[in-house]
């Protein structure tokens, strides 16, 4: 059978989804009659170079353009990051990039994946929930409440592109703009559409990812799921521009590099038995930077640095840091990854079957990351895209943190315990 295809998209993180075949009822609104599954988008397609803006020079457009959300209530069950899951990625995509700086959105592979659960078949379903630790239904009333409050520096959104030969169904559409505020959209799939989506990815990560699509889907892709993540804090204290010097940095392999490096004292210390760390709060305090340095010298895995139990470590005491400016972007194809984390069965064949009238199944992911740190703070995005095809005590002395070495990091939503970015810098200048 040919093999249908989905694409799925995530500002911050981009996936995509392809499908097999079977036909339900035309829905009603705004995808009217037709929805399709998307065929992958191929790395190639995804490739373009993303553009980035300083940090902290777009907060008050951030501020005036954030998409406005209903006031929802905080649900009885939240859902955690899987900090096993974000460790075997980051892990696993180290040993394919090898010398290379990461960048990862577990928050926007999430949503993306989220997105397609909600069309799994009985059998998917449960690996999802069990990657999520929560029931599907519960995850939903989450990110419905995570996406409405994520706040002024932090804005969410999703859509979903169906080709105009397919009918999304009723009760799918309904999730998706209910739950995860998603626009739905039906269109024919040639040139004018891949503008249209890139101009949407450009819109919602403020010009950092500006192409998530290079060419028209192939005839098989029957639709296209995006989330769209971006992050743009300012530090609740910024680094003074005068403690702003050059400081070296130690590579894996023993050469030095000079960095721009940032200084100052701060009050959030960390520590296991493998690595030491620090958390900088951004405004309002809910979100922070974590940076972690390994104990030992070399090379290193998130999964050996126990990221869970290091932030449950969090101690009141003064540390003060080196930490670089940095500057980079990544672009991953996240589909091997699906195994890993224990979501194999959302590459079958008749995977998904509730999402537009045929059966659709994982083909493709790939996510595009940018983010730049300064004196003043951060700003991040994230592109995930998901392809389916259709197939028939505190010590008297501060504590010292200086990343002068590789070393890991997060941004971190601290009272939700969810992971927005992860990150690993082998050379902070590269």
Do not use: H
Not at 76 to 96: G, W
Not at 240 to 263: L, P
């Amino acid at each position: 059978m040919k093999k249908r295809m989905i694409m799925l998209a995530g500002v911050m993180a981009v996936s995509a989804l392809a499908g097999c075949s079977k036909a339900p009822e035309k829905p009603a609104g705004r995808v009217s009659g037709n929805e399709t599954t998307a065929e992958q988008t191929t790395a190639e397609q995804t490739s373009a170079e993303p553009t980035t803006a300083e940090p902290g020079t777009v907060e008050e457009e951030t501020t005036m353009s954030r998409t406005e959300y209903p006031v929802v209530e905080e649900p009885e069950v939240k859902a955690k990051s899987n900090f096993n899951a974000v460790a075997k990625i980051m892990d696993k995509l180290a040993t394919e990039k090898e010398g290379e700086n990461l960048l990862f959105s577990p928050m926007s592979f999430d949503i993306a994946m989220a997105m397609c659960a909600n069309g799994a078949n009985d059998d998917v379903k449960k690996e999802f929930e069990e990657y999520f630790g929560v029931s599907m239904e519960e995850y939903n009333e989450f990110i419905r409440y995570y996406i409405a409050g994520a706040g002024e520096i932090m804005d969410i959104a999703n859509s979903i592109w169906i080709r105009d030969s397919y009918n999304i169904l009723d009760n799918y559409k309904a999730n998706m703009e209910k739950y995860y505020f998603a626009e739905c959209e039906s269109r024919e799939f040639d040139k004018k559409f891949v503008e249209e989506v890139n101009s949407w990815c450009a819109e919602k990560t403020r010009g950092m990812i500006d192409k998530i699509i290079g060419n028209v889907p192939e005839p098989e892709t029957a639709a296209i799921l995006i989330n769209a993540l971006y992050f743009n804090g300012d530090w609740e204290t910024q680094f003074d521009e005068k403690t702003v010097r050059d400081t070296e940095f130690t590579m894996f392999d023993g050469s030095q590099v000079t960095f721009d490096g940032m200084y100052s004292s701060e009050d959030i210390y960390l520590e296991n038995d493998v690595a030491t760390g620090f958390m900088k709060c951004y405004k309002n305090n809910r979100y922070a930077f974590v940076g972690i340095l390994p104990k030992e010298e070399g090379e290193f895995t998130l999964e050996g640095l126990d990221i869970e139990g290091l932030l449950e470590s969090e101690t009141r005491t003064d540390v003060v840091i080196c930490m670089p400016k940095i500057e980079y972007d990544s672009t991953m194809d996240l589909k091997q990854m699906l195994e890993v984390v224990g979501l194999g069965g959302a590459a079958d064949y008749d995977a998904f079957n509730g999402i537009v009238n045929d059966y659709l199944t994982i083909t493709d992911i790939i996510q595009k990351t940018v983010i730049k740190i300064n004196e003043t703070g951060t700003e991040a995005a994230a592109v995930t895209a998901v392809s389916m095809a259709e197939c028939a005590m505190e010590p008297s002395v501060p504590k010292e943190v200086y990343l002068d070495r590789p070393y890991a990091f997060l941004i971190y939503d601290r009272e939700n315990d969810v992971i927005l970015f992860a990150g690993k810098v082998v050379n902070p200048v590269k």
